[in-house]
């Protein structure tokens, strides 16, 4: 079975199942275009055309679902060979898809204007099992990424928590910042699945500090305005603190208490992905 056989029956359709016509249009012999069709039949176990004597007439079932499936590797094959559209599905979390991705998919944007970019949203366990299902291009998350045998991970960037708290909060004079100032209050941050969690709960284990964690979200946002309110202080990713938005919280840095977290992209093992997906961006393949 090659390109070539299945060549000669798209042109033998075209041709209004004419084969001398279908021989003269990809410049070969008739005989040699009746003999490829024929191999193809004999190692199918089908028939892909009907007969009258020795010539064709029409497309049986079987032939007619093998140029189906013609069609759409040429479509395939285009829409991939093409470096400057197509659609790229970004699956992610929160945190990622509020702060670092706007300015790098909108330089993207600028580059690839053709290209119909969309983000799903979820749990690093989702944002695996988007790609693993063909449903996403790439996964962007800090946690269990690395773990998961069937997809290749690559460090995207590394980043460190931040503590908020409101203007004129007590931690504010704490310099630098410890775990035991922190255990004095009632403390605001990830769920367990998100943004570094991990390496919070190990460094006040480390020390055999119970923080109480009065509340736990998916988003920066959500742990934000409840720190506003005054439930507690928040530790959040450091990307997640914008000066210029957060007017009514302040930031400590925490880098030095919890270590770094990177942030990995994962994409399916074999996968292939279109050209611009691995256009350097600061935040890309």
């Known amino acids: 079975m090659n390109i070539h056989q299945f060549r000669f029956i798209r042109e033998a359709v075209r041709q209004n199942f004419n084969l001398t ?3 003269k249009a990809l410049f070969t012999s008739q005989p040699g275009v009746s003999k490829a ?3 193809l039949e004999d190692e199918l176990g089908v028939d892909i055309f009907r007969r009258h004597g020795k010539r064709i007439r029409e497309l ?3 032939g007619k679902k093998a140029l189906v499936s013609i069609e759409s590797l040429k479509k395939i094959g285009a ?3 093409a ?7 970004i699956a992610t979390t929160h945190t990622q898809a509020r702060y670092p991705l706007p300015q790098v998919i909108a330089e993207f944007k600028k580059r690839f204007p053709k290209v119909r970019v969309s983000i799903q949203q979820g749990s690093p366990e989702h944002l695996a099992h988007l790609v693993l299902n063909d449903q996403a291009d790439i996964a962007i998350a800090t946690e269990g990424l690395s773990n998961i045998p069937q997809l290749v991970s690559l460090p995207g960037y590394q980043w460190q928590h931040a503590v908020v708290v409101p203007h004129g909060h007590p931690l504010l004079a704490k310099r630098p910042l410890s775990l035991e100032d922190l255990v004095e209050y009632p403390i605001i941050t ?3 699945a998100f943004a570094g969690r991990t390496k919070i709960n190990e460094a006040f284990a480390k020390k055999n500090l119970r923080p109480d964690v009065v509340l736990e ?11 506003e309110t005054g439930l507690g202080v928040g530790i959040v990713a450091g990307v997640a603190f ?3 938005r957060d007017t009514n919280l302040e930031m400590l840095p925490a880098g030095h208490l919890f270590g770094n977290n990177t942030t990995r992209i994962a994409i399916k093992q074999d996968a292939y992905l279109r050209s611009y997906t691995y256009t350097p961006l600061g935040f890309s393949l």
């Open 190 to 192: 990830y769920d367990v």
């Open 79 to 81: 829409e991939y060979a």
């Open 37 to 39: 069709i024929l191999e």
């Open 21 to 23: 016509d279908a021989a």
């Open 60 to 62: 049986t079932e079987p």
């Open 242 to 244: 914008d000066p210029q």
């Open 83 to 89: 470096s400057d559209q197509g659609n790229f599905v």
């Open 217 to 227: 979200a998916i988003d920066a946002d959500v742990i934000k305005t409840f720190v």
